[in-house]
């Protein structure tokens, strides 16, 4: 939109429709990966523990989402970061950061601090954080700090915040891959939430139209190049999650535990299950 960002000097909307729509996309995809947290939140909360959920996941997942606030919130509300990003890719071209990418960012930092509250609270049997998944994330706020060092001299912010994005897409593919294994290793995805992978799937799919229809009415692809985080971001979230649905509902689909129901296990099973998970 015309008024996306103060600092988008020059860059308009072609059509009304489309900006409409824009929004409208963007808004939906905030929606949905926004509720995409409560479900997972919920069944913890309905069972008071957290067996079945990869701690990994939450620790990679809180250090993803706190690189993407950085990269969207500076991406928004900087006018040094806007002119930078206008003379790399034309003053006609709207800042590839929406309002509801802000929003979905503050929000989903909130919502992973409250997920590894939850962690600490309930029962977890013998789970617990790899050091692999400390390494990462102590690893990616290392690189980062690197990088503000080598951008600080020269100002180069622009190209500060594209590292952001760029740590959290490498983030966003790790990320998943922890839960994949332990539901593999569990034959079960019983503690992990069917209604977070499917509200997480439908924001991917609306965040990805939304720079589609950006795209068309600009008449070029240089949104996707401007912000190629987001749409690698989109194709992550969809491939994991369509992934986690064949595992929920057809290679797993008769486990224990597994499917739409969120009646707990009796804690003595839920021992049990916890006894037989790597740690």
Known sequence: MGELSAGAVGAEWNSLY????YQALGWFAFAAWSCSFYPQIVLNF????????????????STKH?????YNASMYFSPVIQYQYHVKYGFSELIPVAPSDVAFSIHAVLMTWLLAYQIIIYERGSQGVSKAAIAISGGAWIVAAICLGLAWPQG?????ISNFNLIQVVLALIKYMPQVWLNYERKST??????NVLF?????VGNFFQMAVQSIDQGSLD???GNLGKILLSSIVIVFDLLFTVQHYILYHDSK?????YVALDLEDEKAEANKLPV
């Open 18 to 21: 489309l900006q409409l729509l």
């Open 46 to 61: 309905t069972r008071k523990s957290v067996v079945g959920l990869n701690f990994d996941y939450i620790l990679l997942n």
């Open 66 to 70: 706190s690189c993407y606030l950085i």
């Open 156 to 160: 180069r912010w622009l190209w500060l």
């Open 190 to 195: 019983f503690g992990w939430s069917i209604g």
């Open 200 to 204: 997480d799937m439908s924001g991917g």
């Open 223 to 225: 949104n996707f190049s």
């Open 257 to 261: 535990g597994s499917g739409p129901s």
